[in-house]
């Protein structure tokens, strides 16, 4: 079976720092990637996703930055984080025609 | 743009009772899926049933099933039989464009399980 993870689960860090959360997938080969920000009682908001390995396309220019170094490794990075950067984080990833979505356990990003 | 519009921000419903949750979405495309998620307070994103909008039929799942009216845009769940572990945030959410590789999702709805 497949499995999704994420860490850290939790991270502090102050603002101006750098960011590198880390997504991996077990059990599927060559899905599509994604990284969803959601802030606290709303929805999820898209930033991220990737088709393949260096295929990344940005949903929403802001401070943040994505990789994929590995077909089932998604990095989501910035040099110089921003309060607005404090959130949830979400990984997530589908492959084939059922187009629903799996979700990582997420990050909780505090920017202080 | 599209968009994913749930009116309810939040409900609650007692125990073994039946509740809807509901949901419009705005969408050019033909064909294209749908979704509720469930995201309990430990956060972890569930999903919770699917729609194919070329099928009919709506879709089931145990306690919980839909109420597909495409015409209107219009995608209600239904929880049967409430238990204490329905209490969550339920999206609505539905593939982007054409390629079904992208999904948008609605603000939510908090459902509180009153024992």
């Known amino acids: 079976s497949q499995t999704i993870h994420q860490w850290p689960a939790t991270l502090v860090q102050p603002v101006g720092s750098p960011l590198s959360l880390e997504c991996t997938v077990e059990?599927?080969?060559?899905?599509?990637l994604y990284w969803y920000r959601q802030a606290a009682g709303r929805g999820l908001q898209l930033l991220f996703y990737?088709?393949?390995?260096?295929?990344i396309s940005s949903e929403v220019p802001q401070n943040l930055s994505a990789s994929r170094p590995q077909d089932r490794q998604f990095i989501l990075s910035s040099k110089k984080l921003l309060l607005s950067d404090s959130g949830f984080y979400l990984c997530?990833?589908?492959?084939?025609?059922?187009?629903?979505?799996?979700f990582g356990p997420g990050t909780r990003l505090t920017v202080t | 743009a599209q968009t994913v519009t749930q009116s309810q921000p939040e409900m609650s419903v007692q125990e073994a009772e039946t509740v809807t949750l509901s949901c419009t979405y705005d969408?050019?495309?033909?064909?294209?899926?749908l979704f509720w998620y469930k995201q309990p307070p430990s956060r972890q994103m569930i999903l919770v049933i699917r729609?194919?909008?070329?099928?009919?039929q709506n879709a089931t799942e145990n306690r919980f099933s839909v109420n597909f009216q495409k015409a209107a845009k219009s995608f209600s769940l239904k929880i049967s039989d409430s238990q204490l572990g329905d209490t969550a945030m339920y999206f609505c959410?539905?593939?982007?464009?054409?390629?079904?590789?992208?999904?948008?999702f609605g603000p939510g709805t908090s459902l509180s399980v009153i024992p």
């Open positions: 997530a990833w589908h492959r084939g025609s059922s187009y629903e979505q799996y």
């Open positions: 059990g599927t080969s060559n899905p599509n």
């Open positions: 990737s088709v393949g390995i260096g295929q």
């Open positions: 969408t050019s495309e033909s064909n294209y899926y």
């Open positions: 729609q194919e909008a070329y099928k009919q």
């Open positions: 959410a539905s593939t982007r464009g054409g390629s079904y590789d992208k999904v948008i």
